[in-house]
């Protein structure tokens, strides 16, 4: 198997990984910004979690990368990009410019009521949550009804 280093193609942007090892059935997916070969290992890096992972080539079976430009500012006339990456187990497509960008739009984040992950999380939002698992969706709260904005500190 022969595995090049992905920053000779000289990409922006992300690349969206899947390696299927020998022994597994489930691929590892990474969304990294640069894959190569180190020896005997093969090493992807993910700026986002501050990490490389080193894998020994012998345990892979098959390596896919799929790339991603970088979006470009929004202009007035530019037609929107979009691209996919894997989001709660899921691949999901998304508009470039927007990526990752849920949280800082969604209002349950400054919430009282919001406690992701624990029993006594605002019952709306786990709903939603719940949702947004089983069918692959994300979907900030823009509007609430029920908002108390939490304390600051
Ligand atoms: S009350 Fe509304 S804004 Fe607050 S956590 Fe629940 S859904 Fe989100």
């Known amino acids: 198997m022969s595995i090049m280093d992905s920053s000779e193609h000289g990409q922006v942007g992300t690349i969206t990984v899947w390696i299927e090892l020998k022994e597994t059935s489930q691929p590892l997916t990474f969304e990294a910004a640069n894959t190569y070969q180190k020896g005997d290992l ?81 019952t709306l939002a786990q709903e939603l949550y719940e949702f947004d698992v089983k069918h692959g969706v994300t979907t900030p709260v823009w509007e609430c009804p029920l908002f108390v904005a939490a304390e600051k500190g």
């Open 42 to 122: 093969f090493c992807v890096y993910v700026p986002r979690e501050n990490r490389v992972y080193k894998i020994p080539l012998a345990n892979i079976w098959r390596v896919t990368e799929e790339y991603h430009a970088r979006a470009e500012p929004e202009r007035p006339g530019t037609p929107q990009q979009f691209e996919q990456y894997v989001h709660h187990n899921e691949r999901v497509w998304v508009r470039s410019d927007l990526k990752g960008q849920h949280r800082e739009h969604c209002l349950c984040y400054s919430c009282h009521g919001f406690h992701p992950g624990t029993a006594r999380n605002c």
